[in-house]
């Protein structure tokens, strides 16, 4: 019996090990990490990489957050974490140097989804590894933890900064009058005037808080749909309790471009928001670029700005 037994582990054995079962030797050589990412392409990592450049600095905080680090990042205007600040630069995020990006000799370059795409092939051809990420809502921002966290191999330090980020903004739910505010946000660029959907950092935020954007609903723009064209009419029989403006530009200068839009026209002074002073400036650091694991950062400021 002892020897049949013996042999019938001994087959057991030998039938996982054909199957796929992870061996000692294919869980620490083969299978550090494997990644599907925003693109739906499947990577697959033997090691922790070492040498990671980003192509959006949104990316650094997170990463850095469980235990990551990175060799290169784009040109910014935005604040840098100080431990990413001697890190090489490989040019502003729409013009990054792929060239620039070979000579730092990376295992690893996290790219912009809807940006720095066309990087792969090249990068590629160089064998350079790729992750193509999206990090723009806050769901986006949780997801991403949980792959940068798989990268670093600090699941738990990714698990405990999600739990962090949801019990803050919770706190700040909480801390509000649950009234349903009704909002719309103005963005404004060189080019022009939108109106942000709830698809955007801004209007994600107002629907975290339990408010509703007058906008949704609204066709988007063919080239983004997170915004819908701008129409003072429109926005005139929307009538919003509060108007929340975003923009690339400085403050000052939009601020004051607001406000003589609003006074060259009588039909402005109807809306609730102009006429009680409910119009409110976001900044784009927090509304305009993706806050990262600054959404709680985010949430309190749209809060603070109606419930100071």
């Known amino acids: 019996m002892k020897q049949w037994t013996l042999v019938l582990l001994l087959l057991c054995s030998l039938v996982l090990t054909a199957c796929g079962a992870p061996s000692a030797e294919q869980t620490t050589q083969g299978g550090y990490a494997t990644i599907t990412d925003d693109n739906g392409r499947t990577v697959t990592f033997d090691k922790k990489p070492e040498r990671v450049v980003v192509t959006s600095a949104s990316f650094i905080a997170p990463l850095y957050a469980v235990g990551g680090e990175v060799v290169g990042r784009p040109v910014t205007k935005s604040k840098v974490l100080p431990a990413a600040e001697k890190a090489a630069t490989i040019g502003p995020v729409y013009q990054i140097d792929t060239e620039k990006i070979i000579a730092l000799t990376p295992d690893l370059v996290i790219i912009n989804k809807g940006m720095n795409e066309k990087l792969i092939e090249t990068l ?24 940068f966290a798989a990268l670093t191999g600090e699941k738990a330090k990714g698990d405990e900064l999600v739990a962090k980020m949801d019990a803050d903004i919770e706190a700040v739910r909480t801390s509000i009058p649950q009234e349903k505010k009704r ?33 949704a609903g609204m066709p988007a723009l063919d080239k983004n749909p997170d915004a819908a064209p701008y129409s003072m009419e429109t926005l005139v029989a929307q009538n919003p309790d509060i108007i929340f403006v975003t923009s ?49 950062a985010a949430v309190k400021y749209m809060a603070r700005l109606i419930y100071p």
Do not use: C
Request: proline share 4%.
């Open 124 to 147: 590629a051809a160089n064998d350079i590894k790729t992750l193509v990420i999206e990090m723009k809502s806050y769901e986006d921002v949780k997801r991403e933890i949980g792959t």
């Open 183 to 215: 909002i719309s946000i103005i963005h404004s660029t060189g080019q022009g005037l939108s109106v942000q959907l709830d698809g955007s950092i801004a209007g994600s935020i107002a629907k975290m808080l339990g408010w509703e954007n007058t906008a």
């Open 248 to 296: 690339m530009g400085e403050e000052a200068e939009i601020r004051a471009s607001m406000e003589a839009m609003f006074a060259e026209s009588p039909a402005w002074q109807s809306v609730g928001a102009i006429r009680d002073g409910r119009v409110y400036y976001l900044p784009q650091e927090l509304f305009l670029f993706s806050p990262g694991i600054e959404y709680p």
